[in-house]
C-alpha cells in the first residue's frame, strides 16, 4: 500500500500547481496523471497578472515568461473582416492601461499550455515530497472518516498499485471521474454554443507585424472565428465560433476544409499552411455545488467550466490550488483544525459562480449562440475584468472581520479598488529592503506574513510569540522602509497598526490602531483563521 499526505488526481497545470505548492509547504504527495506526459497541444494560453504574482512568489515568473511570448507581441486586440483586409477596430485591452497596471509588480504572460505544463512539471518535480505518475490512472477509491484509499493503474504496463491518503484533490477536468463519483451536482448552463479549435502552422507574419494582437477576430457573414496567436510567427490556433449557426459540423473538418477555412479568414488565398491538429468541443457554463466532499476536493474543470472567452479557465483553477493547498498543509502539520479545510467552498465557489457567469456574459455579448451577419463586437470593457483579476472579496470563518465597510466601485466586475480589508488580495505598494525595490506582493506566498507600522513594535513581539512555522514578520521603518509613503494609506492602518497576511496572498485580519493587549487580540485572530 502506497501512502501519502495527499493524492493529486490530474496533472494539467491545476495539478501540477497544487504539488508545486503542497511540496514547498512541507507536505507529501502523489500525483497521478493518465497521459504519457504534459499537454501536446496549446489549449489555453494566457496567464493573467494574479496568476503571475503566484509564480512570481514562488520563483518560477521568469522561466514561464521564456518559454511564452514575448509581452510586446501581445498588445492588442483587433477585429477585421480578414487578416489581409478591412481592420475593422483594434483596442488595447484594459488589463494593459497603466492605472490598472499599477496595481501589480507583474503582469500577465501569453504562454501556450503545452509550453507551461514542462515548466510546471519541472519544477514539481524537483522538490522531493512530491511524487508524479505519467501514464498513471485512478480507477477506483473509496474514503472514510480518516482517509482515502484508492487503486492506481499503470497505462503501459497495467500494474496496480494501492493507495492510501489522507486526501485527494481532483484535478481531472470537465470530465472528472472524481467528481461524478462523489456525486456532484453542476450549477447553470450547459451546451451553450459549439466551437472547434484549428492547430496549424503559417507564416502571418506580413498581415499581423504591425500590429501585435493575442487575438484577431475574423467577422464575415459565412464565417466567425478568432486567429490565436501562439508564437507570433508560424504557430497559430484557429477557432471557429458557434459551427453550427454557420452551417458547420465538427466532421465536416477535414484538413482539406481547415485550410480553406483558416485561407478564407486571413485572406489569403494561396497561403501555405499544414494543419497539426482540429479539436472539436461544446462550451457550458457550470460550476458544482459543492468544493469539498469529506476528504475529497474539486479544483479546476473539475469545479468549474466556463466559456474561454476572458481566459479565465485556467487561472481560475490554479488560483483555486492555491487557496486550497495552504489550508490543507495548515491541517496536516496539526496548526489547524480540519473545520479549516470548509472555507475552501465558501471562498473559491461563489467566485467561481461569478467569473463562470461573466465569461458566458462575454461570450453572449459576441453574438456566440445566434448567427451575425455584421460586425458583432465584444462590450467595451472585454479583457478589462480587473475587479474579477484582482476584487475577490473572500467571506468565511478563516478571514476576520474589521467591521470596515467594503470599497465601493462602479463596477465590481471591471473595477479594482485596492485595499487592506479582512478578505481581499493585499495590495501591491513598492518599498525598500536592504536598499532595494521590493513589492509587498513579494513578501507573500510562503507562509503567514505579518506587517506593521512604524510604531507596530508590539504587534511584531505578539506576532514572533506565536511560533507559526514558515512565518514571517516585517515593521515599517526597521526590516522595510517606505520612500514613497503609501504604505499605511493603502493598507488603512495608522503607524500603530498592522495586518495579518494569509499564505494565499489575501488579507486574514487588520488592526488599524493600537491594542491594549496585542498578543491576545493577535492570538485569537490566528486561532479564529485556523479553525482552532
Known sequence: MRETPVLIVGGGPVGLTASLLLSRLGIGNLLAERHPGTAVVPKARGINARTMEMYRQQGIEDDIRAAGLAVEKTGLIVWTESLAGREIERRVPGRFKPQNMAA???????????????????????????????????????????????????????????????????????????????????????????????????????????RPAALYFVEQPDLRGTFLTINAHDRWGFLIHSLSQYGFRPEDLTPERCIALIRQAAGVPDLEVTVRGVSAWVASAIV????????????GDAAHEMPPT???????????????????????????????????????????????????????SMGRTERVEGAKLARPEFLNEQGLIFGAQYQSAAV??????????????????????????????????GGERVSTVDLLGRGFVLLAGENGGAWRDAFDGLSLPGAAAYRLGTELTDPDGAWHAAYGVTPEGAVLVRPDGYVAWRSAGAHEAPARALGAAVAQVLAR
Not at 465597510?405 to 463596477?411: R, S
Not at 480589508?421 to 505598494?429: C, D, F, L, S, W
Request: glycine share 10%; with cysteine; aromatic share 8%.
Open 288 to 299: 458544482a455545488d459543492q468544493y469539498g466532499h469529506g476528504r475529497v476536493f474539486l479544483a
Open 104 to 210: 501589480t509588480p507583474t503582469r500577465n504572460a501569453l504562454c501556450a499550455q503545452d509550453d507551461f505544463e514542462p515548466v510546471l512539471r519541472r519544477f514539481a518535480e524537483a522538490e522531493p515530497l512530491g511524487e508524479l505518475r505519467f501514464n498513471t490512472e485512478l480507477t477506483s477509491f473509496e474514503q472514510g472518516a480518516d482517509g482515502v484509499t484508492g487503486m492506481l493503474v499503470d497505462r503501459v504496463t497495467g500494474a496496480e498499485t494501492a493507495v492510501r491518503a489522507q486526501y485527494l484533490v481532483a484535478c481531472d477536468g470537465s470530465q472528472s471521474r472524481v467528481r461524478r463519483q462523489v456525486g456532484v451536482q453542476m450549477i447553470g448552463r450547459e451546451n451553450v454554443y459549439d466551437s472547434v479549435n484549428i492547430l496549424f502552422n503559417a507564416d502571418l507574419r506580413p498581415w499581423i507585424q504591425d
Open 310 to 364: 476572458g481566459g479565465f479557465g485556467m487561472n481560475t483553477g490554479v488560483q483555486d490550488a492555491q487557496n486550497l493547498c495552504w489550508k490543507l498543509a495548515a491541517v496536516l502539520h496539526g496548526q489547524a483544525g480540519p473545520a479549516l479545510l470548509d472555507t475552501y467552498h465558501d471562498e473559491r465557489q461563489p467566485l467561481g459562480r461569478l467569473i463562470t457567469e461573466t465569461s458566458l456574459a462575454n461570450s453572449l
Open 400 to 433: 476576520v472581520p474589521d467591521g470596515s465597510a467594503p470599497v465601493q466601485v462602479e463596477d465590481p466586475i471591471t473595477q479594482y479598488a485596492p485595499s487592506a480589508r479582512p478578505g481581499g488580495r493585499a495590495p501591491h505598494v513598492w518599498l525598500e529592503r
